[in-house]
């Protein structure tokens, strides 16, 4: 099975803040990749930096063997034609019905003729269970059901690589149980490569095939999910565990409480 993604030694920065300094890792074909971390750490740069949205300041980033970093704008195109995005929170248009949300990409990038985009869509929302809400508009969904609609337009163009950026923040917890088996099902269904960036643990540790903690810019570990719950990694087990103590502490860094105590503060 070989990589669908493939980032070696990147590092990058905005202005003098460094980000990521470098990181490598992969993501095979068909399958569910988790990045995970703390906040701030760069997992959604590692989205854009895949994207081509931004430009790594060394190393290299290739998706199906083409460098992201060397591609013009006509190339990136092409690639991200190839990509699927679910933004955190849907990021559905909001002036636009259920069904239109997910034709938009059909419409804006091939010719198809409306009956074929019709049939299209409708295929794509019964994938989610929604194709009964095609003439609902956004503000009509509960958060769930608008995760599961952009969902639905993230795969219209039946990508080979769709990307999460935290597809689980804020649901319940039937609507996160039911995104989880989607991107799962939806993966094998497709042969989809699929990346996860998410805080989720629990829920992402059953569906993802291979996992990256990422803290302060690093890879700090990585593995099955298995490997995962049984690591004895300070940070990986506070983080699967959520403890509110370890690597990352309870405390902000001050003097000691006793001193501010004397000094009446």
């Known amino acids: 099975m070989d990589n669908l993604v493939e980032i070696k030694d990147v590092t990058f ?12 890792l992969a993501a095979r074909r068909g399958q569910v990749i988790a990045i995970m971390g703390s906040s701030g750490c760069g997992k959604t740069t590692l989205l854009r930096l895949i994207g081509g949205q931004i430009r790594a300041n060394s190393g290299s980033v290739r998706v199906a063997g083409q460098e992201v970093g060397e591609l013009d704008a006509d190339g990136l195109y092409q690639l991200r034609r190839k990509m699927g ?29 409306e009956e074929i985009i019709r049939d299209l869509v409708l295929m794509k929302l019964h994938a989610v ?24 337009r993230a795969i219209a163009l039946e990508p080979m690589l769709v990307m999460y950026d935290e597809p689980f923040a ?9 995104i989880g088996n ?9 042969g989809l490569t699929s990346i996860v960036v998410t805080h989720d643990v629990q829920e992402s540790l059953k569906i993802v095939d291979y996992v990256y903690f990422v803290s302060e810019g690093v890879i700090e570990a990585e593995g099955t999910p298995e490997e995962m719950r049984a690591s004895g990694l300070p940070f990986v087990h506070q983080f699967v ?10 405390h902000y860094p001050a003097r000691p409480y006793a001193e501010d105590l004397r000094l009446g503060l």
């Open 85 to 113: 995005m679910l933004f955190q929170f849907g990021a559905l248009f909001t002036d636009m019905s259920v069904f239109d949300n997910v034709a938009f990409q059909l419409r804006e990038h091939t010719r198809l003729p």
């Open 129 to 152: 269970g929604l194709r009964g809400a095609a003439d609902l508009m956004p503000s009509e969904l509960s958060g769930g059901m608008a995760r599961r609609v952009a969902l639905a």
């Open 170 to 178: 804020g649901l319940d917890p039937i609507s996160l149980g039911v």
């Open 241 to 250: 565990h959520g403890e509110p103590d370890g690597p990352v502490p309870f």
């Open 182 to 190: 989607l991107i799962r099902r939806l993966t094998d269904t497709l």
């Open 13 to 24: 920065g905005y202005n003098a803040r460094p980000v990521l300094k470098g990181i490598s």
